[in-house]
């Protein structure tokens, strides 16, 4: 629609589209749809000539003589390139037994977890001299509190007040699973761009998964809609909500 | 996708129930040759400068300035939706955000030029929503000498 817009005023478009039955409706100008999963309208990270394929096909369109053109691109984007990655749990956690409640013990392997992790978050920055992490403004360790805090002791408060409350939580989780998705595909033989193994990887196979899916459980008490709303895991990992029931929620077991 | 049929069902739901408007009008501008294009981006992936706001859906608030020259240390995404990937644009800005691609075309003389400024929306709201930020933007597009918008969504 932005290119609609755009163009009534007077400026040339042209777009990749990833939704073809919206831009079948909205007919745009000049749209490439393309085959690749949400998130990546370029096709592959780390493949910059595919990408020049795409964009130069997008390109292109600004060359046709009328419209409205849809286009397809011929081509799904390239399958991640070598071996399997090998993304190994990034904790182990020692086996004596530690003291506190199961929240307590979560919390304590989690933060072990995310310094463990710590190394690799550095090598990713030097190596690509660049890190998504940052948006909530906390650091590692304060987000581990802040997320922390959800299962020990309740909805803590908010760390930055001029951002909504759920917001921040929101940009806590992102940024925590940016170091997570960055550090870990920065280790030799993880170097993976496979979207669905990396999803994999983090909410099966890590601490702070399971931390966000306990916070998310308190999230879905909390009387506050902004907070309950507050999406924090994806549907794919998320348990099935409770079914509806009249009167208050059953008590769950403290997990 | 997208390929829909690779989709999640929840995402898929969503996608299909997404309201379309469909338009009477086809509006048509006359593109410069590629080689004389002044290309801007403009991403809805929620993309802002690491210091910036994240953004907000308040009133008027829609988007976001990201000038030519950043650093890619210094693009960072809040967008709201847990319904795409952003594995990949952790690993390369230019999954959404192609510039390196579009400085080497522009290197290469196969297009004319980059603008001084590419913008972000964040595209988990009613696009209907942007259209006075999106008319305002075209004429300061128009100043900057951009004849050319490249539109990226995620």
New interface residues.
Partial sequence: ??????????????????????TE?????RALWV????????????D?AF??KV??A???L??RP???VLEDFPEDAPASAGEPALLACPYIPPTEVTEGTEAEKLCQCFKAEVASLRPWYDISLQK?????V??SKLSMKEIGDFLCSFLIQGIPPNPRTE?PFA?EI??AA?DL??YY??SV?AQPGAET?D?KA??EWFWKDTFAGKVLLGAREVCLKSPDQAIQRA?L????FAPPAPPQEAGPPPQRPQQ | MVRLEQVSEGERRILENAACPTFETNPWVRAPKLSEARVAIISTAGLHKREDRPFTREPGDFYRVIPGNINSNDLVMSHVSLGFDRTGFQQDWNIAFPIDRLKELAEEKVIGSLASYHYSFMGADDPTRWEQSARQLASIMKKDNVNAVLLVPV
């Avoid at chain 1, 005023?9 to 990833?18: F, K």
């Avoid at chain 1, 409706?25 to 100008?29: E, F, R, T, V, W």
């Avoid at chain 1, 690749?36 to 096709?43: A, D, I, N, Q, V």
């Fill in positions: 629609m932005l290119s609609r817009y755009l163009e009534e005023e007077g400026l040339a478009t042209t777009q990749i589209a990833l939704v073809r039955p919206h409706k909205i007919k745009p100008p085959p690749f999963e949400l998130g990546r309208p370029l096709g592959a990270p780390n910059p990408q020049r964009l130069m997008a390109l292109k600004l060359e009328a419209g409205p690509r001299q660049r890190s998504t940052g948006v951002i917001s929101r940009y992102d699973k940016a998705i960055e595909t761009t979207s990396l999803a999406a895991v994806p549907r794919e």
